[in-house]
């Protein structure tokens, strides 16, 4: 039985929506700024499938996650199908050049692990690595644009 624990983190990023938007919809790209991320592949013959591989240390997840609701420029939406319980969404706010993207991750912690580690513990670590990734995105995507002015 797992219990299930959420979590949500959001930035501004000086980037317009379309580029936010393009970049993180590019799920194969998520290892670039998602440190615990070791991989993404989306499955060629069902684009709403994805096979995803978290690794730390020396542990490893994976799961097969479905896209659950897409709405460009504004949200995408999903759930794991297989492996690793988890479900969530990624929010697209618009601030006219600038965006603010808000994710929101919820995931299933199996009753033995509660037992050995506190909740709140568990969570600081969880929302300070998913705060670091949104700061490595921010980063990532603000390069990426300097890196397209210059060459436009």
Do not use: C
Not at 28 to 52: A, C, F, G, R
Not at 103 to 126: E, Q, S
């Amino acid at each position: 039985m797992s219990n299930w624990l959420e979590h949500s983190v959001q930035i501004e990023v000086a980037a317009p929506i379309d580029l936010v938007w393009n970049l993180w919809s590019d799920l194969e790209q998520m290892p670039q700024w998602m440190k615990w991320i070791e991989s993404v592949e989306v499955l060629k013959d069902n684009p709403d499938l994805s096979k995803w591989k978290l690794a730390s240390g020396n542990f490893e997840f994976s799961w097969l996650s479905r896209i659950q609701k897409i709405v460009t420029h504004q949200i995408i939406q999903w759930e794991s199908v297989d492996g690793l319980p988890n479900r969530g969404a990624i929010r697209f706010y618009d601030r006219h050049g600038s965006s603010i993207v808000k994710l929101t991750v919820a995931y299933g912690v199996p009753g033995w692990l509660i037992k050995i580690m506190d909740n709140l513990f568990l969570g600081r670590i969880v929302e300070s690595t998913l705060m670091a990734d949104m700061e490595r995105f921010r980063d990532y995507a603000v390069a990426f644009k300097s890196r397209q002015e210059n060459n436009g």
